[in-house]
């Protein structure tokens, strides 16, 4: 059995003050909540007093991305031991919003998601195609390159301490979701692709996320495909209602 994980990335909103206010209303919320994993990924700045405030909760902290480099001469850039430093036991990696704003490549996501694990992280590597891609019937391909660029290299037992998400491009923030069954498809692509890369047991257990405008509306219908194994939530995880409605998503 997987167990999902409903994570909230908070992207570029909210001060430490509301960080920490939206930490302490959450987490009472939460703790009754033993059906899945609960993560929210503050900015940077916020990172510390967040973690604080989660302390003995059961809201994980994740930061939004990290530096392959211990330290170093790279201005603006935080490292592995950084966010550990800051309370961090997971960390997002290869997010849309990084490859586009930054240029990153699967060649700098794979570096960084080696980096996170010889840490002690869990890295959540996002991949997913744009609408054009999508629309000339190139998901599949886009899938393959970026789980291919992204993962090389590691082993079975690294590939058993990552987690997925799937985000459409064309699905963040756009209040466009992927159908169930859409995601699903993909979401069977990409334990397809783990299957052959790294075997059985690593594809049937690796969590695979959903993410892409998920809201309290449209969280029941992902969830109930068997493929999706939990979501990456940007809007609707700002709220304190509505990240708790989606933490206490319709279960059947
Ligand atoms: P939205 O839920 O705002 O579409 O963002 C999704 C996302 O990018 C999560 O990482």
Not at 70 to 83: F, L, N, Q, W
Request: net charge negative; glycine share 12%; hydrophobic share 40%.
């Amino acid at each position: 059995m997987r167990k999902p994980v409903i994570a909230g990335n908070w992207k570029m909103y909210k001060t430490i003050a509301e960080g920490v206010d939206f930490i302490q209303k959450i987490a009472p919320m939460a703790a009754s909540a033993s059906h899945c994993d609960v993560v929210v990924a503050p900015p940077f700045t916020a990172l510390a007093a967040v973690s604080q405030a989660a302390k003995g909760s059961k809201v994980g902290i994740s930061a939004q991305d990290m530096h392959w480099d211990k330290e170093g001469a790279h201005t603006g850039d935080v490292s592995s031991t950084m966010i550990v430093d800051a309370g961090c036991t997971y960390v997002i990696i290869g997010h849309s919003e990084r490859r586009h704003d930054h240029g990153e490549t699967d060649e700098q996501v794979n570096r960084k998601l080696k980096a996170a694990l010889a840490e002690g992280l869990t890295p959540i590597m996002c991949v997913g195609e744009t609408l054009a891609q999508r629309e000339s019937g190139g998901t599949g391909q886009v899938l393959k390159t970026q789980f291919e660029g992204g993962l090389a290299g590691l082993t079975p037992y690294d590939f058993s301490r990552i987690i997925i998400a799937y985000e459409p491009v064309w699905a963040i923030g756009t209040g466009r979701t992927a159908t169930p069954e859409m995601a699903a498809e993909s979401h069977h692509i990409l334990r397809d692709l783990a299957r052959q890369r790294f075997g059985e047991a690593e594809a049937r257990s690796v969590r695979i996320l959903y993410g892409g405008s998920v809201k309290p509306d449209n969280v029941g219908g992902l969830m109930g495909q068997p493929e999706i194994d939990g979501a990456l939530v940007g809007g609707a995880s700002l709220k304190v209602d509505s990240f708790a409605a989606l933490i206490n998503y319709p279960r059947t």
